[in-house]
């Protein structure tokens, strides 16, 4: 940990963190080996494209209905008590879905309505999770938390746990999901063990709703101009994201000729490039800020859009997607740090909400737009389509940049409440 002046201050594990990280990364370990297993399951029962793109369209759809609700709830209940029950519900949920595949039931339908119901309930355990860190760590330590928090979620699912599923896969379909039961089922272990000061609310104004709450949780977020910025070049991003992701694999085992060994060595490059995103991006806020960090994480993740778009090598593609995945953390890092640090507490599951339901809107959208550029113009377009909206992602965060300022004086939006420990 550095003091003052020194840069970045790094969380520490004490007081409840790390025990919040554990549960954090032993999730994504569990959500690696689901989401990893479930469209293989899903090829096994149906040969129809549409159907199993449904499993996976599944886990966006929640978020567009549920995600301003689950930022709702998640300000008015106990979100330490929240996080450990939707864990324990979720891991009931998918030890009885192992339970079905062990014994030969599962159906395409089941897995759709599976991939439903974890999503719903994730929308709920995300927003309060945002909001439960500023109780564990100093303001200080906010980007430090996040970055390590990230960086521990990216190790246990991009390379522990992906990779181990076809392994688990050769001792029986059921088994990646039972490890996943058991997953969530420790993660709500740690997260009740957590001690965590009563969250100081006050009482809610008569009359108050959730539909009048989760205004005042849009209406936050449209008043700060960093966040309000931050949000719509996120959902910019993402819209490119979104045409990236489908376009990515026949770009590397069509218009590269790479095949599957080309594509397994773009996504460890891109995981790669997040690990060293993760360890470096403290620095890069102490000499520059957290809008302008992300603004320059932005930039440089055009440049590695263009190349993968217009350069036909996989070397080139390799090294982009680590560049693409190092600037991405970066930007993710910081963009939740300043939604902690610019948002009144008892308001930040809200505006968790509102900024994620708004950015994930994106990522549907894009992969019909890539799918259409891809069909018409060539296998290399979606990536070039993605370069386009993250220029505009860009451009939409230069108004933000007179926010950059310190936490305790945001530019005429909300400010942040003390931290509880």
């Given at each position: 940990?550095?003091?003052?002046?020194?840069?970045?201050?790094t969380?520490?594990?004490?007081?409840?963190f790390?025990?919040?990280w554990?549960?954090?990364?032993?999730?994504?370990f569990g959500?690696?080996?689901r989401?990893s297993?479930?469209?293989?399951?899903?090829?096994?029962?149906?040969?129809r494209?549409?159907?199993?793109?449904?499993v996976?369209?599944?886990?966006?759809?929640?978020w567009?209905?549920?995600?301003?609700?689950g930022?709702?709830?998640?300000?008015?209940?106990?979100?330490?008590?929240?996080?450990?029950?939707?864990?324990t519900?979720?891991?009931?949920?998918?030890?009885?879905?192992?339970?079905?595949?062990?014994?030969g039931?599962?159906?395409?339908?089941l897995?759709?309505a599976l991939?439903f119901?974890?999503?719903?309930?994730q929308?709920l355990?995300?927003?309060?999770?945002?909001?439960?860190?500023?109780?564990?760590?100093?303001?200080?330590?906010?980007?430090?938390?996040?970055?390590?928090?990230m960086?521990?979620?990216?190790?246990?699912?991009?390379?522990?746990?992906?990779?181990?599923?076809?392994?688990?896969?050769?001792?029986?379909?059921?088994?990646?999901?039972?490890?996943d039961?058991?997953?969530?089922?420790?993660a709500?272990?740690?997260?009740a063990?957590?001690?965590v000061?009563?969250?100081?609310?006050g009482?809610?104004?008569?009359?108050?709703?959730?539909?009048?709450?989760?205004?005042?949780?849009?209406?936050?977020?449209a008043?700060?101009r960093?966040?309000r910025?931050?949000?719509?070049?996120?959902?910019?991003c993402?819209?490119?994201?979104?045409?990236?992701?489908?376009?990515?694999a026949?770009?590397v085992?069509?218009w590269l000729?790479?095949?599957?060994?080309?594509?397994?060595?773009?996504?460890?490059?891109?995981t790669?490039?997040?690990?060293?995103?993760?360890?470096?991006?403290?620095?890069?806020?102490?000499?520059v800020?957290?809008?302008?960090?992300?603004?320059?994480?932005g930039?440089?993740?055009?440049?590695?859009?263009v190349v993968?778009?217009?350069?036909r090598s996989?070397v080139?593609l390799?090294?982009?997607?680590?560049v693409?995945?190092?600037?991405?953390?970066?930007?993710?890092?910081?963009?939740?740090?300043?939604?902690?640090?610019?948002?009144?507490?008892?308001?930040?599951g809200?505006v968790?909400?509102?900024f994620?339901?708004?950015?994930?809107?994106?990522?549907?959208?894009?992969?019909l737009l890539?799918?259409?550029?891809?069909?018409?113009?060539?296998?290399?377009?979606?990536?070039?389509?993605a370069?386009?909206?993250?220029?505009?992602?860009?451009?939409?965060?230069i108004?933000?940049?007179?926010?950059?300022?310190?936490?305790?004086?945001?530019d005429g939006?909300?400010?942040?409440?003390?931290?509880?420990r």
């Amino acid at each position: 940990m550095r003091g003052p002046g020194g840069g970045a201050v790094t969380a520490a594990w004490r007081g409840g963190f790390g025990r919040l990280w554990s549960a954090a990364v032993l999730s994504s370990f569990g959500d690696a080996l689901r989401g990893s297993a479930l469209p293989l399951l899903a090829a096994t029962l149906t040969d129809r494209p549409l159907l199993i793109a449904a499993v996976t369209a599944c886990g966006y759809l929640p978020w567009l209905v549920f995600g301003l609700l689950g930022g709702a709830v998640a300000d008015r209940v106990d979100q330490r008590r929240a996080m450990w029950t939707v864990d324990t519900l979720r891991g009931l949920l998918v030890a009885c879905f192992a339970a079905v595949v062990a014994l030969g039931h599962a159906s395409i339908g089941l897995l759709i309505a599976l991939a439903f119901a974890l999503t719903t309930l994730q929308t709920l355990f995300d927003n309060a999770s945002t909001a439960l860190l500023p109780a564990l760590v100093g303001r200080d330590e906010l980007g430090g938390a996040n970055a390590r928090l990230m960086t521990g979620q990216r190790i246990a699912g991009g390379l522990l746990g992906a990779p181990v599923v076809p392994l688990l896969l050769v001792a029986g379909a059921a088994l990646p999901f039972a490890l996943d039961a058991v997953t969530f089922l420790a993660a709500a272990a740690l997260v009740a063990s957590l001690r965590v000061a009563a969250s100081e609310r006050g009482p809610r104004p008569a009359g108050s709703t959730l539909r009048r709450e989760i205004g005042e949780g849009l209406r936050t977020l449209a008043a700060d101009r960093a966040l309000r910025g931050l949000c719509a070049a996120t959902a910019l991003c993402n819209i490119g994201v979104g045409a990236l992701i489908a376009g990515m694999a026949l770009l590397v085992t069509g218009w590269l000729g790479a095949g599957t060994t080309g594509y397994a060595l773009a996504m460890t490059a891109y995981t790669v490039g997040g690990l060293a995103g993760g360890v470096v991006s403290g620095r890069l806020v102490a000499l520059v800020g957290r809008v302008r960090a992300v603004l320059l994480a932005g930039t440089a993740q055009i440049g590695a859009l263009v190349v993968m778009g217009s350069v036909r090598s996989p070397v080139a593609l390799a090294v982009s997607m680590a560049v693409f995945g190092f600037m991405g953390m970066t930007w993710n890092v910081h963009t939740r740090t300043l939604m902690q640090e610019r948002s009144p507490a008892e308001l930040l599951g809200r505006v968790s909400a509102a900024f994620r339901t708004l950015a994930v809107a994106g990522a549907p959208l894009g992969a019909l737009l890539g799918g259409a550029v891809a069909t018409a113009w060539g296998l290399n377009t979606p990536a070039l389509l993605a370069a386009a909206f993250f220029v505009l992602s860009v451009v939409s965060l230069i108004p933000a940049l007179t926010a950059d300022v310190p936490v305790g004086a945001p530019d005429g939006g909300p400010t942040t409440v003390p931290v509880r420990r």
